[in-house]
C-alpha cells in the first residue's frame, strides 16, 4: 500500500518531468532557464562587482574564460602587431570570413573570453571567423580600438578575400566598433563586406538615451556608473558625442546591411532602437529583433539558455543570405 509519502513523492516526480517536458518543447516565455539565470546573474554577479574599481572589474571578467568550453578549434596568428585567433567550427567554409570584434566596454573582453560566441556564430553562418584582441582603454584609448578593427580588415582583404564574402559581427562596444568601422571604410572610399550582424551594439557612449535611465534596475549586468567610467577611459580627451566613439551621432547612409539584435531588459535598448531606426531612415537594410525579457548581448549565453541558441540561429541565416553561403 502506497504511503502519503510515496503519493507526494510520485507526484513532485510527474511534476518535475512535466516542467522538463514543457521547457524542452519551449512552451514557457521567457524559458525557465533564462529567468534562473537572470536571476543569477542580477542578485549574484552584478552586486558583487558593479562598485568594484575598473581594474578589478575588468580582471575578474577575464576569469570568466575558464567557463568557456575548450573543445574549440582555434588558430593563433598575428595581425601585424594585433594578436588574433582564427575560430575554424567542423564542415565550415575558410572562403567566407567573419571579422568578429568582442564587447568588454573597451577596457576588458578577448577572444578567448568570446570563443564560444564566436564559434557558434560562425558555424551557423557557415564561416571561419577571425577575432582580434584590439586594443584596450585606458591604456589604450580612442582611436586604437578602431585603428587595429580597420588594420584587420584591411589585411583580410590583402590575403585576398573578396568583401562580398566577409561578414563583421561584434557584441555591445565590438557592436559599436563595428558600426565605427563601417563608417571609416564609407568615408574612406574603401569595399565595404557584405553585412553586419551587431549585438546589443553601445553606439551613445554619451549614456543620454531613455533606457539609459530607466531600466538599470532591470539590467543584470550594467549600471550607468560603470558605463560611464569605461566611456571615459575609452574616449580619452575626445568628446563623448564624436560619430567615431559614438556612431548613433553620425551620418549612417551608405552602409551594407544591418542585423541589429537587443532585449528588453538592457540599459543599451535604445542604443539598439535608435541606432536602427536612424540606418533605416537613411536608406540602409536593417533587420532589428528585439527579444521580450532577455538581457544584454544573450546570444552570448546560448551554452545556457535556449532564446540565444535560437538568437544564433537568426544571426547565422543573416550572414548566409548576404555572402550568399547558401
Known sequence: MLTIFDIISNILTVTILLIIGLEAWGVFKPSLRSRLFYFVVRYGYKPLTHRL????????????????????????????????????????????????????GYTSGSPALHRDLVHRIARAGGMTALSIAYRLAPEHPFPAALED?????????????????IALAGDSAGGGLCAALLLTLRDTGEPLPAAAALLSPWTDL?????????????????????????????????????????????????????LILAGTDE???????????KAGEAGVEVTLQIRENMGH??????????????????????????????
Do not use: C
Request: net charge negative; proline share 7%.
Open 206 to 258: 554619451t549614456m543620454s538615451t531613455e533606457s539609459d535611465q530607466e531600466l538599470e534596475a532591470r539590467d543584470a549586468q550594467l549600471t550607468k556608473r560603470g558605463l560611464l567610467e569605461m566611456a571615459d577611459a575609452y574616449r580619452g580627451t575626445h568628446a563623448a558625442d564624436e560619430p567615431l566613439i559614438s556612431p548613433l551621432f553620425a551620418e549612417l547612409h551608405g552602409l551594407p546591411p544591418l
Open 267 to 277: 540599459m543599451l535598448l535604445d542604443d539598439s532602437v535608435l541606432f536602427a531606426d
Open 149 to 165: 578593427a580597420l588594420f584587420a580588415y584591411r589585411w583580410l582583404l590583402q590575403q585576398g578575400y573578396p568583401p562580398e564574402k
Open 53 to 104: 574599481p575598473l581594474a578589478k572589474r575588468k580582471a575578474r571578467i577575464e576569469l570568466l574564460r575558464y567557463l568557456v568550453p575548450r573543445n574549440i578549434t582555434t588558430s593563433l596568428i598575428q595581425v601585424g602587431d594585433i594578436p588574433a585567433e582564427w575560430v575554424s567550427p567542423l564542415f565550415t567554409s575558410d572562403e567566407y570570413i567573419l571579422l568578429y570584434l568582442h564587447g568588454g
Open 297 to 326: 548581448v544573450y546570444p552570448a549565453f546560448a551554452m545556457i539558455i535556449p532564446e540565444g541558441r535560437q538568437a544564433i540561429r537568426f544571426i547565422g541565416a543573416f550572414i548566409r543570405r548576404h555572402t550568399g553561403n547558401e
